[in-house]
């Protein structure tokens, strides 16, 4: 089993939609959470960073963090088409230490 | 955000030669940078951590004579990869983290024919 699991995907959403994207992990000694968004041959950008559990809002984005159940999710409200492309669950037990990745969860928003 | 650069994006070698891919924070310092591997559609796989003043450490498997890292300033690590074959065309993405969490660069595409 892997340390973080994420669906890879692909999602399909209409322009528009509100889109869930999940990640579930077994180290209950993670503390920092990152989801990061990637498109094709780009390095992954930092959307949301989220230390412990709680929710966080930027935009269009929301994270919420459930450390009881070891889940997280990115919300996104109102996705466009250039919301289309990979999104990497990420975290850490130590700030700045080494990460620990889901698979990542390719998305599409059609027009 | 914090700016990560890396240089160059992209590069196609020949067998048996060596590459050299930089690595630049541009409005902080990195005493720690991470250099990663990443496989079409997979995700990133962690190779080394490099860590400014002293000898990077790897990840199981990484060889490092073959991936020499060296992390000379508090804003520049370089990864070469040594007498590259064609099984190191690759997407390698570095890594720096001002604060708590890391920004990536743009990544460098490599071929080796």
């Known amino acids: 089993q892997k340390e973080v699991e994420q669906d890879p995907g692909p999602l399909s959403v209409p322009e528009g939609a509100i889109v869930s994207l999940n990640c579930t992990y077994s180290?209950?000694?993670?503390?920092?959470f990152m989801w990061y968004r990637q498109y094709s041959r780009k390095g992954p950008e930092l959307l949301m960073y989220?230390?412990?559990?709680g929710n966080k809002e930027d935009g269009r984005f929301t994270a919420q963090v459930d450390k009881s159940s070891k889940y997280i999710s990115l919300f996104i409200r109102d996705s466009q088409p250039s919301d289309s492309a990979t999104y990497l669950c990420?975290?850490?037990?130590?700030?700045?230490?080494?990460?620990?990745f889901g698979g990542g969860t390719r998305l599409m928003v059609k027009p | 955000g914090a700016v990560v650069s890396q240089h160059p994006s992209r590069v196609i070698c020949k067998s048996g030669t060596s590459v050299k891919i930089e690595c630049r924070s541009l409005?902080?310092?990195?005493?720690?940078m991470f250099w990663y591997r990443q496989f079409p559609k997979q995700s990133l796989m962690l190779m080394a951590t490099?860590?400014?003043?002293?000898?990077?450490?790897?990840e199981q498997g990484v060889e490092k004579d073959k991936f020499l890292i060296n992390h000379a300033s508090l804003t520049l690590s370089t990864l070469t990869v040594t007498s590259a074959h064609p099984e190191d065309s690759s997407f390698y993405i570095c890594?720096?983290?001002?604060?708590?969490?890391?920004?990536f660069g743009p990544g460098t595409r490599l071929l080796v024919l």
């Open positions: 890594s720096a983290t001002p604060v708590e969490t890391q920004y």
């Open positions: 180290n209950s000694a993670f503390q920092y």
């Open positions: 989220t230390y412990s559990s």
């Open positions: 990420a975290m850490s037990v130590n700030a700045g230490n080494m990460l620990t």
């Open positions: 409005d902080f310092q990195a005493t720690t």
């Open positions: 490099s860590n400014e003043g002293s000898k990077a450490t790897y």
